[in-house]
Nanobody, 126 residues
Framework: QVQLVESGGGLVQAGGSLRLSCAAS????????MGWFRQAPGKEREFVAA????????YYADSVKGRFTISRDNAGNTAYLQMTTLKPEDTAVYYC???????????????????WGQGTQVTVSS
C-alpha cells in the first residue's frame, strides 16, 4: 500500500508561485511513476504533470508547460510541483498520484494511477 499526502497549497495572487509537495509512504517510492492532477469546481479532474521513476522523463499539460516543474526526491520519498506565474485558471484542488506501471501514453490518464492523495487547495486571485 502507498500513502500519499500533499501539502503546500494556499492562496496566492496571480503571477505568484507555490511549491506543492507529495510525501509518500509504504511501498518503494522510487519504482513508481508520479503524477499531479487537478480538479476545479464543476470540472473533471485533469492531468497536470508526471515524472518517471528516475526523473528521466517528464510530461506536462500544455496549459502549464513552461510555468510548472515536476521533480522528485527518491531518497526523501517526495514528489514536488513547482508552480510559477500562476493564473486564476490554475485554481483547483491538486492531487498527487502514484502508478506502478503504465501503458503507452498512460501517464496522462487518471485510471492508470493506483494511489491518490487527499488533495491540496490552490487558489489564485486576480
Amino acid at each position: 500500500q502507498v500513502q500519499l499526502v500533499e501539502s503546500g497549497g494556499g492562496l496566492v495572487q496571480a503571477g505568484g508561485s507555490l511549491r506543492l509537495s507529495c510525501a509518500a509512504s509504504g511501498r518503494t517510492f522510487s519504482t513508481w511513476y508520479m503524477g499531479w492532477f487537478r480538479q476545479a469546481p464543476g470540472k473533471e479532474r485533469e492531468f497536470v504533470a508526471a515524472i518517471s521513476w528516475n526523473s528521466a522523463y517528464k510530461y506536462y499539460a500544455d496549459s502549464v508547460k513552461g510555468r510548472f516543474t515536476i521533480s522528485r526526491d527518491n531518497a526523501g520519498n517526495t514528489a514536488y510541483l513547482q508552480m510559477t506565474t500562476l493564473k486564476p485558471e490554475d485554481t483547483a484542488v491538486y492531487y498527487c498520484a502514484a502508478a506502478g506501471s503504465l501503458t503507452y501514453g498512460g501517464m496522462y490518464r487518471l485510471e492508470q494511477y493506483d494511489y491518490w492523495g487527499q488533495g491540496t487547495q490552490v487558489t489564485v486571485s486576480s
